[in-house]
C-alpha cells in the first residue's frame, strides 16, 4: 500500500489502511489456514471469546464476557455452549449469585488459544520482516490507545 497523498485526510487515510487489514486479518480463508497451521479446529469468533476471557483473568459471568465483547449475551451464551462442548471452557455455578453462571478456560481451551496464538503471531512475523522494530512497537502503542479510546466511547454511549 502506497503512502496518503500529502493532502489526503489523516483520519481518512488511517480508516483505509484500518479497513484493509482487518479485511487481510480476519478473511475467513485466513483464519482457515491459521487454525489448520495451529492444529486446531476453532471458529475465528471462537478465537475472539477465548482471548476475552483470557484477558480478564480466565473466568468471568456470561453477562460481563458479552459487556467485554461489546455483544448481546445471548450470542455469548450459545458460542459458550458449544465451546463447552468441544471442552474449551467449563460453566460452574456463580458462588455469590445461584441464578448466574461463571465460564471458565480450560486448559484444553487455553492449549487451543495458545496454538492458534502462535499462528497468528508466525503470520504476523512473516508480514512485518524488514520493518524497524521500533516501528512496530509505536504502531503497536497507537493502536492500542485507539482501541481503548474506542471502546470507553462506545461504553459511554450505551
Known amino acids: 500500500?502506497?503512502?496518503?497523498?500529502?493532502?489526503?485526510?489523516?483520519?481518512?487515510?488511517?480508516?483505509?489502511?484500518?479497513v484493509m487489514l482487518s479485511y487481510l486479518l480476519t478473511r475467513s480463508q485466513a483464519h482457515e489456514r491459521l487454525a489448520e497451521r495451529?492444529?486446531?479446529?476453532?471458529?475465528?469468533?471462537?478465537?475472539?471469546?477465548?482471548?476475552?476471557?483470557?484477558g480478564v483473568g480466565g473466568v468471568s459471568r456470561v453477562g460481563d464476557l458479552a459487556d467485554h465483547l461489546m455483544v448481546e449475551p445471548s450470542h455469548v451464551t450459545r458460542q459458550i455452549g458449544r465451546l463447552a462442548a468441544e471442552e474449551l471452557v467449563a460453566r460452574t455455578p456463580d458462588p455469590l449469585d445461584r441464578r448466574?453462571?461463571?465460564?471458565?478456560?480450560?486448559?484444553?481451551?487455553?492449549?487451543?488459544?495458545?496454538?492458534?496464538?502462535?499462528?497468528?503471531?508466525?503470520?504476523?512475523?512473516?508480514?512485518?520482516?524488514?520493518?524497524?522494530?521500533?516501528?512496530?512497537?509505536?504502531?503497536?502503542?497507537?493502536l492500542n490507545r485507539l482501541t481503548e479510546h474506542v471502546r470507553e466511547r462506545e461504553a459511554g454511549e450505551g
Open 1 to 18: 500500500m502506497s503512502d496518503p497523498a500529502p493532502d489526503q485526510d489523516p483520519v481518512v487515510a488511517l480508516q483505509r489502511a484500518l
Open 38 to 54: 495451529a492444529g486446531v479446529s476453532a471458529r475465528r469468533s471462537d478465537l475472539w471469546l477465548l482471548m476475552a476471557l483470557e
Open 100 to 142: 448466574a453462571r461463571l465460564v471458565a478456560i480450560t486448559q484444553h481451551g487455553r492449549t487451543v488459544l495458545g496454538r492458534l496464538q502462535g499462528a497468528r503471531q508466525h503470520t504476523l512475523h512473516q508480514a512485518l520482516d524488514g520493518f524497524d522494530p521500533r516501528d512496530v512497537a509505536i504502531t503497536a502503542e497507537v
